[in-house]
């Protein structure tokens, strides 16, 4: 009877070692068609080439420096590379402009939050990453779009994106402005503070950054 058990116990724990072994080959292969996502869009939105890349890092660095539970981070991280998804729905005669939106531009131009919404939220493996997407033009006083969230209404995987999303933005050339110098995009944050971004994020961002300077020195 015993033998019988144990021969049960060890087939049970072979079927959940399987079963995980299936779940991460399921969860990879998600991850890599994210990543052609998000890829694809880099390469019709010259202004984001290699964006992804370079702000996934430092904003996963940002979120276990703030406290973020481990088991979250690759939901972060799945928000980060489809953050601008919904810039595919955006046409290219306003996404490319060279020079700065009309009015009227920037009204469709902010219909991308909402349009990686409504492409994501059908997808269960995506509905914990959605928060980046949709939210990450939210601002701490309440002024941004889509939903004019405030503060902590904001969640705050977002909030840690969008200090990070306009550090590495403003830090890049773009057709209509040449890339700022660091010490200028560093007063914009702390200026920002409180208005735009949340300013305890603002204040552990600059302590990282300073720290990986450092480092580097």
Known sequence: MLAGQAAIAIEDSQLLSDLQYHINELQTAYDTTLQGWAKALEIRDAETQNHSQRVTQ?????????????????HIRRGILLHDIGKMGIPDSILNKAGPLTPEEWEIMRRHPQM????LSGIPFLRPALDIPYYHHEKWDGSGYPQGLKGEEIPLAARIFAVVDVWDALLSDRPYRPAWEKTKVISYLREQAGKHFDPKIVEVFLELILEEEEKND
Do not use: H, N, S, W
């Open 116 to 119: 990686a919404y409504d492409v």
């Open 58 to 74: 430092i904003t996963l660095a940002l979120a276990k420096r703030l406290g973020v539970d481990e088991t979250q981070l690759p």
